[in-house]
Nanobody
Framework: VQLQASGGGLVQAGGSLRLSCAAS????????MGWFRQAPGKEREFVAA????????????DHADSVRGRFFVSRDNAKNTVYLQMTSLKPEDTAVYYC????????????????????WGQGTQVTVSS
């Protein structure tokens, strides 16, 4: 699986951005997709994750406490793409954002760990000015 993240840029505090992560491969729909970010001088941290869609309940999601209610992860399996809609952006959201993928069925805190992901995209820079 190859991942290509895009959509980053410079935005003022309070603004919005939508990141996209396009995946290659025929099995995208079976992967758990995650978003992580790394700010300058800090370790990479979990942002959000989304499970494959289940026939009875759709996809389940998880978001870090720091972004919950402001960021929303979603996926479009027909387009092999996962999105991160970011609203009410703050300067502390400034970071390089990475998408990642791994085989899995259900979301749990297990998938907030970057070591559990097999495939990574190249990252896209998000800068929030005050």
């Amino acid at each position: 699986v190859q991942l290509q993240a895009s959509g980053g840029g410079l935005v003022q505090a309070g603004g919005s951005l939508r990141l996209s992560c396009a995946a290659s491969g025929r099995t995208f729909s079976s992967y758990i997709m995650g978003w992580f970010r790394q700010a300058p001088g800090k370790e990479r941290e979990f942002v959000a994750a989304i499970s494959p869609a289940n026939s009875w309940a759709g996809s389940s999601t998880d978001h870090a406490d720091s972004v919950r209610g402001r960021f929303f992860v979603s996926r479009d399996n027909a387009k092999n793409t996962v999105y991160l809609q970011m609203t009410s952006l703050k300067p502390e959201d400034t970071a390089v954002y990475y998408c990642a993928a791994t085989v899995g069925l259900f979301i749990s805190s297990y998938y907030s760990q970057e070591s559990k992901y097999t495939y990574w995209g190249q990252g896209t820079q998000v800068t929030v000015s005050s």
